[in-house]
């Protein structure tokens, strides 16, 4: 290895080493839904409360897929057995396709245990709360 190459080794070894240890990198994990993050019913977005009683109706629901088996796959939600989140789309008016806001409920379909609300596609969970 010549001089100039080993040299430009130690040089980006030492600006990775600063970058990361500055926190502009960071690394991309499953984070838990913070149990202060809360949305009150009445705080839902309009077609958000609609959605939230049709699931404790047991619909009918706008969309195809509303009801379908939600998989947590970023593990942002409690870790539960395969089956028992489904999910439901809040309609965004002015969409074309079912855009990014959803509610994700916990337990038996029409009485669920637990709700959540994410406005943006599951990048980030709100508990429903009454």
């Known amino acids: 290895m010549s001089r100039f190459s080993s040299l430009k080794l130690v040089i ?6 600063a970058v990361l240890a500055s926190g502009l990198v ?7 839904v913070d149990p202060n993050a809360t949305i009150a019913v009445a705080e839902l ?3 958000g409360a609609q959605v939230y ?3 404790r109706q047991g619909g009918p629901f706008a969309y195809e897929k509303d009801g379908v088996v939600f998989g947590n796959r970023e593990r942002l939600l409690p870790i ?3 089956g028992y989140y ?8 002015g969409s074309r396709s079912r855009g990014v806001r959803r509610i994700v409920c916990g337990g038996q379909p029409r009485t669920p245990d ?3 609300y994410t ?3 599951y990048a980030s969970f709100r508990k429903i709360v009454p």
């Open 45 to 47: 977005p309009r077609q």
């Open 53 to 55: 009683d049709l699931i």
């Open 114 to 116: 637990t709700c959540y």
């Open 86 to 93: 489904r999910e439901y789309t809040v309609a965004t008016s």
């Open 12 to 17: 980006t070894g030492f600006l990775l080493t």
């Open 119 to 121: 406005a943006d596609h």
């Open 80 to 82: 539960q057995k395969r």
């Open 26 to 32: 960071q690394a991309k994990g499953p984070v838990a």
